[in-house]
């Protein structure tokens, strides 16, 4: 049984246990998860048909099924033309009326109308129901592809810091361009998301965009990325200085902070509640005077998504299991002078959290191990 068929029978026997039919998936991580089909959603309807208690089917434009069929293991592959549209196949493949089916959370708005008025007497709700409790736990197939993506990011982590006070001068912009250039030299197929570098004040801003502001001695920059392996991203940060003395009250804060992240890591073990995690982290902050300055969440689940669950929030309550991923990256923000963030991905293990990247937490660049 390959993985994605061993994911789909546990979707079925949760789709059971929350008194749902099926589920009907459209391009997107949830459909890649369960069938290995990495599509993209378009006008022509492709979607996945997932029955409690029957094999699933996938319906495809007829253009994209010898794509389809190479990449899944889905034996029933239902393609349809352009001339008649969907319609006739789906006639077939429905042939009892349910009465709850759980779509894809991120489904065109066209296609659940239509599905809504196929079935007026069903009700409907989310695939992430039945498919989410599944996504947090990882697999291994999972963790080894965001292991190696970790490492990926790590390795490009050790590259801007080794470009010492030679980053001093370029702009942000250049600094994201030198780290997307190493993410795929180590590996990476490209970014996980648009890199962060926020040197000076603009650190202050957690999600700035990079901008034509150059580097100054003693910037703390705020560096945030991740790139993709085998589709799973990693996501890393770190704040350096690049060289000369930094601001006035930079390093309390960048002491709260990492304490803070070391904080979060220690206190994550399974059968802690997401809500215990953060605030482990948040209460260092908070008696270092910052409280109100930590302005996000502590962390997020990664997998197909970058973000995704578990959410590690305040008064979060899930419990951690053995195979969940995700960040632990405190920051502290102060506006118009710089900001302080610190992430790893953790993932949790039998009996603690097991810490997928590995570079350097100090602040100077010189001192990188
Ligand atoms: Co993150």
Redesign the pocket.
Known sequence: MTPFERRTRRAQSRLGAVGADALVLTPGPNLYYLSGVDAEQSERLTCLIVPADDDPTLVVPSLEAPTVRTATWVEDVQPWDDDTGPEPVLDEVWDAAPSRLLLADRMWTRFSFELQRRFPNASFGLASEAVGPLRRRKDDLERDALRAAARAADATMRDVRALGDEAIGHTEANLAAFIEERLDAHGGTGVAFEPIVAAGPNGADPHHENGDREIRAGDPVVL?FGTRIDRYPS?T?RTVVFGGEPPTGFEAVYTAVREAQAAGVAAAEPGVTTGAVDRAARSVIEEAGYGDRFVHRT??G?GLD??EEPYVVAGGDVELEAGMVF?V?PGVYLPDRFGVRI?DLVVISDDGAERLNDTDHGWNVDDAT
């Open positions: 945030d996501d940060t962390g997020h990664v970058v973000h960040s990256e992430e």
